[in-house]
């Protein structure tokens, strides 16, 4: 089994800062690829961010310049650091990874329990 493992939401002002941790444990043998989605209510779940093991990045336009995702590789972690946060940041952030669970094995369904984070005017 998998799991993946949130920490760092939290309320903050507007223009200020969170880093959201993500940590995968269990029958893991790499993960090519990892990401971070929102979530609020009314809205689809939307992508944030990803990165893949060679640290290859992509973001949603609407936090790009702002956000940093990041990955350590050897902890089996990602990172997303949020600056200059807005209001319309708020929102359940989820981190899900791309996990090869034995050599040449893989599957995407793998989420972390969400974290709040609340972005005040």
């Known amino acids: 089994q998998v799991q993946l493992v949130e920490s760092g939401g939290g309320l903050v002002q507007a223009g200020g800062s969170l880093r959201l941790s993500c940590a995968a444990s269990?029958?893991?043998?790499?993960?090519?690829?990892m990401g971070w989605y929102r979530q609020t209510p009314g809205n689809q779940r939307e992508l944030v961010a990803t990165?893949?093991?060679?640290?290859?990045?992509n973001y949603a336009v609407s936090v790009k310049g702002r956000f940093t995702i990041s990955r350590d590789n050897a902890k089996n972690t990602v990172y997303l650091q949020m600056t200059s946060l807005k209001p319309e940041d708020t929102a359940v952030y989820y981190c899900?990874?791309?996990?090869?669970?034995?050599?040449?094995?893989?599957?995407?369904?793998?989420w972390g329990q969400g974290t709040q984070v609340t972005v005040s005017s």
């Open positions: 990165i893949t093991s060679g640290d290859s990045t």
């Open positions: 899900n990874a791309l996990i090869e669970i034995r050599r040449g094995f893989y599957g995407n369904d793998y």
């Open positions: 269990g029958s893991i043998f790499s993960i090519p690829a």
